[in-house]
């Protein structure tokens, strides 16, 4: 059984960092790409970006860059996502997800996902 | 970046009715060489993560009940429900993934009337 379970909660204050991690279950961990998505309160989805956790291979949003790092550990079959010089609209709820396979048609589509880790950018 | 904007942004719908959800990009999602349409459709309930329903446009997952059909050409796609039934009860959100920044549409909640 597919498990993708996130780290808890967490408040920060603007300009820190946040780490979220994802550890994985059930699964050939370097089989599927590991997607990261963030919804707002009260809003839609948002892309972030995707790893490959075979060759480490990243693709994220350019919105982002310079301020986003994703990595993956196979040895503990964990992802980690950390967004740093948070703002206050970086309030979210983040969420991990893993794609169908690695394959061409495959790795776009995210069909496990964490329970989300809410993330409160507060002074 | 690609933009979808889904209509209606709610929708009220009676048990057993149908229930049609459109999502326009502005952009082609029809990848020629492939050929496939890099759309899919997710479902939120309340306090879960979204579910994957539909991918490359009109490709159900496993597992989803037969009544939630995707159709579309390259910029106007529909999720349809149909003979809706309470558990459908929730947001559903169109996606393109063929260029970067992925994105999504701004939502459809469904009701029931």
């Known amino acids: 059984q597919v498990r993708l379970v996130q780290s808890g909660a967490e408040v920060k204050r603007p300009g820190a960092s946040m780490k979220v991690s994802c550890e994985t279950s059930g699964y050939s961990f370097t089989d599927h790409y590991v997607h990261w998505v963030r919804q707002a309160p009260g809003h839609g989805l948002e892309w972030l970006g995707w790893i490959n956790p075979f060759n480490g291979d990243r693709s994220f949003s350019q919105r982002f860059q310079g301020r986003l790092a994703m990595t993956a550990d196979a040895a503990t079959t964990t992802a980690y996502f950390q967004l740093a010089g948070l703002r206050f609209d970086d309030t979210a709820t983040y969420f991990c997800?893993?794609?169908?396979?690695?394959?061409?048609?495959?790795?776009?589509?995210?069909?496990?996902w964490g329970q989300g880790t809410r993330v409160s950018v507060s002074s | 970046d690609i933009v979808l904007t889904q209509s209606p942004d709610s929708l009220s719908v009676s048990l057993g009715e149908r229930a049609t959800i459109t999502c326009k990009s502005s952009q082609s999602l029809l990848y020629r060489s492939v050929p496939k349409k890099y759309l899919a459709w997710y479902q939120q309930k309340p306090g879960q993560p979204p579910k994957l329903l539909i991918s490359w446009a009109s490709m159900p997952e496993s597992g989803v009940p037969a009544r939630f059909t995707g159709s579309g050409s390259g910029t106007d796609f529909t999720l349809t429900i149909n003979d809706l039934q309470a558990e459908d009860v929730a947001v559903y959100f169109c996606h393109q993934y063929l260029n970067t920044p992925w994105t999504f549409g701004q939502g459809t909640r469904v009701e029931l009337k």
């Open positions: 997800a893993i794609s169908k396979g690695v394959g061409f048609l495959e790795y776009q589509l995210m069909t496990h």
